[in-house]
């Protein structure tokens, strides 16, 4: 089933909750690929209905140009879904920008505190108070039992917990892990805009993480990021937005490897023009 129409879909969920349904909610901007579907598959292990929203949301992009570039497949999307689900397992919810933000789409403004500010809180001024914003709608309308949000987005999966416990939701957040291709890259909706070389390249990103990962026993954390950076710049065709090793908690950097710290590594990099984000967990 596929609604644009926000009140068809909450009649929807009010008959289905009246039947006892458990909702799960997996939000994602659409181009749908292998990871977005674990998403929905997890969902399905733990909720009887999952509703999916496909909407590209304009106030979380900084950067007009790369909203502009953002892939639209709607069709492929639907099929793919299609494909991988029966009929009556996913609800599909392609809301309509009016519905949301009226006749100007504009983000509330939200305190994360730290978890806001640090890395693409940094890079991307505003880029959460989108976040913030349409999920605080997508929430207020389904009132999903739970919610899948990729570890992919490793950020935006604290921000959101941070969202629900400021809002004083009772929606459960599952983090769920990143769908990787066979050599080791992020699936992204973003790598359909590289050409074969490029996805090629794209592997130094993964490889970057590894490197962190392999020496985190016996190198300082400079000594990590300072070789993660050099691998990196020695790959032609990258270019290096960042690279952070962070207290998985706070996302505040870390300068040493206190015992029992959870730690994980994030780089943010640009091929052929697209950015792309990854991050490991070290310890
Ligand atoms: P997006 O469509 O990029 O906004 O992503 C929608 C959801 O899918 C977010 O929770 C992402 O973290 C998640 N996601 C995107 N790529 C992956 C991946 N490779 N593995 C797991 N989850 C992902």
């Given at each position: ?8 879909l ?13 909702i ?41 140009e ?14 793919l ?21 009226g ?18 809180g940094?890079?991307?001024?505003g ?7 349409i ?12 919610a ?46 590289l050409?074969?070389?490029?996805k ?36 032609t ?15 505040r ?16 990099a ?14």
């Open positions: 089933m596929n609604y644009n129409n926000k009140n068809k909450k009649d929807e969920l009010n008959l289905l909750r009246a039947s006892g349904y458990s799960g909610f997996v939000p994602t901007m659409g181009a749908l690929h292998q990871g977005h579907i674990s998403l929905m598959e997890l969902a399905l292990q733990s909720c009887d209905q999952v509703v999916v929203s496909i909407y590209v949301n304009p106030t979380q992009f900084d950067n007009s790369d909203l502009a570039k953002y892939p639209n497949q709607l069709d492929q999307d639907l099929s879904i299609k494909a991988s689900f029966s009929d009556d397992q996913i609800i599909v919810y392609t809301p309509l920008t009016q519905d949301i933000y006749d100007e789409p504009q983000s509330k403004h939200y305190d994360f505190g730290d978890l806001g500010l640090q890395m693409e940094a890079q991307r001024p880029h959460f108070d989108g976040v913030g914003t999920l605080e709608y997508f929430f207020e309308l389904i009132q999903p039992d739970m899948f949000f990729g570890e992919k987005d490793f950020q935006q999966l604290l921000i959101v917990r941070e969202l629900v416990r400021q809002l004083e939701l009772s929606v459960k957040i599952v983090g769920c892990p990143i769908a990787r291709d066979s050599v080791g890259l992020a699936l992204s909706s973003r790598n359909a805009r050409s074969e070389q490029g090629i390249t794209a592997t130094a990103i993964n490889k970057s993480l590894h490197v962190m990962k392999e020496g985190f026993l016996t190198a300082t954390i400079d000594e990590l990021l300072a070789t993660a950076r050099e691998f990196l710049d020695h790959t065709g990258i270019e290096t937005e960042y690279v952070s090793i962070v207290d998985e908690q706070t996302l950097p870390v300068s040493s490897k206190a015992p029992g710290l959870p730690i994980r590594a994030f780089v943010v640009h091929i052929e023009g697209v950015r792309l984000i990854d991050n490991m967990k070290l310890n």
